[in-house]
């Protein structure tokens, strides 16, 4: 196993702080072990010219992003709107390809997990069908408990298989601001899974060291327990 999926509650939950995150822990603690980000289907212009922009990837344009619609909608309005088709076999055969040369592959889901992709299938049916392990992630604010089991459900409906949970303040966030809206004791005891911390708000979400710094303070010996990854270094 040596890809991660990571998908959220919705749209803007903070699937590509998270991803950005792990890439620069990835790539400042061990350069030696070759890393692929891919977004699987992207709508609008964003994650796949951020990650271009940030990280420097051995990976064709394609491969980071092998499906893209010009307009910010649902992808079955948008590839209608231009008269195409969502092939997702395309997608598939990328994947694959990534999984194959690299350690490992940070797959970025689009919105949450209940997200159409096509006219029948959503996030959820993808991960299951391609039998991708995931991460929710679920931003900090009133109303994330129940956008929280409400994915868990779904995803344990459609058999996806979920590690666990990261929280992340999209704003900044006091301390009890946190506890009152994403009290882990309780969101852990509703969808029997971990969370394995909690990303603090980026003034600068560019910042490769901070994004690291970020990465670090989860549990990620925990987090990433099976990928056969190499022990996260001494600090």
Same mark, same amino acid.
């Given at each position: 196993?040596?890809?991660?999926?990571?998908?959220?509650?919705?749209?803007?939950?903070?699937?590509?702080v998270?991803?950005?995150?792990?890439?620069?822990?990835?790539?400042?603690?061990?350069?030696?072990?070759?890393?692929?980000i891919?977004?699987?289907?992207?709508?609008?212009?964003g994650?796949?010219?951020?990650?271009?922009?940030?990280?420097?990837?051995?990976?064709?344009?394609?491969?980071?992003?092998?499906?893209?619609?010009?307009?910010?909608?649902?992808?079955?309005?948008?590839a209608?709107?231009?008269?195409?088709?969502?092939?997702?076999?395309?997608?598939?055969?990328?994947?694959?390809?990534?999984?194959d040369?690299?350690?490992?592959?940070?797959?970025?889901?689009?919105?949450?997990?209940?997200?159409?992709v096509?006219?029948?299938?959503?996030?959820?049916?993808?991960?299951?069908?391609?039998?991708?392990?995931?991460?929710?992630?679920?931003?900090?604010k009133?109303?994330?408990?129940?956008?929280?089991?409400?994915?868990?459900?779904?995803?344990? %409906?459609?058999?996806?298989?979920l590690?666990?949970?990261?929280?992340?303040?999209? %704003?900044?966030?006091?301390?009890?601001e946190?506890?009152?809206?994403?009290?882990?004791?309780?969101?852990?005891?509703?969808?029997?899974?971990?969370?394995f911390?909690?990303?603090?708000?980026?003034?600068?979400?560019n910042?490769?060291?901070?994004?690291?710094?970020?990465?670090?303070?989860?549990?990620?010996?925990?987090?990433?327990?099976?990928f056969?990854l190499?022990p996260?270094?001494?600090?």
């Open positions: 196993m040596n890809s991660l999926l990571i998908t959220g509650t919705d749209t803007d939950a903070g699937k590509t998270l991803t950005s995150a792990l890439a620069a822990y990835w790539q400042m603690y061990f350069p030696d072990r070759a890393l692929a891919m977004k699987l289907l992207q709508t609008g212009t994650d796949r010219e951020l990650y271009t922009s940030l990280f420097a990837l051995d990976q064709t344009p394609e491969e980071l992003n092998p499906l893209h619609f010009n307009a910010p909608l649902a992808p079955p309005i948008a209608e709107r231009e008269g195409r088709s969502i092939e997702l076999d395309k997608v598939w055969k990328a994947l694959q390809s990534l999984k040369r690299k350690d490992f592959v940070l797959v970025e889901s689009l919105g949450g997990l209940g997200s159409p096509t006219w029948e299938l959503t996030v959820a049916d993808i991960a299951r069908d391609w039998r991708l392990t995931g991460v929710l992630v679920v931003p900090v009133l109303g994330a408990i129940g956008q929280v089991v409400a994915n868990v459900a779904l995803a344990r %409906q459609t058999n996806v298989n590690r666990g949970i990261v929280l992340n303040c999209t %704003q900044e966030r006091s301390t009890q946190i506890a009152d809206w994403t009290p882990i004791e309780l969101i852990e005891s509703l969808t029997q899974l971990p969370v911390g909690i990303l603090p708000h980026l003034d600068d979400p910042d490769l060291f901070k994004l690291a710094k970020a990465a670090s303070e989860l549990d990620l010996e925990r987090f990433l327990s099976g056969n190499i996260q270094p001494s600090k």
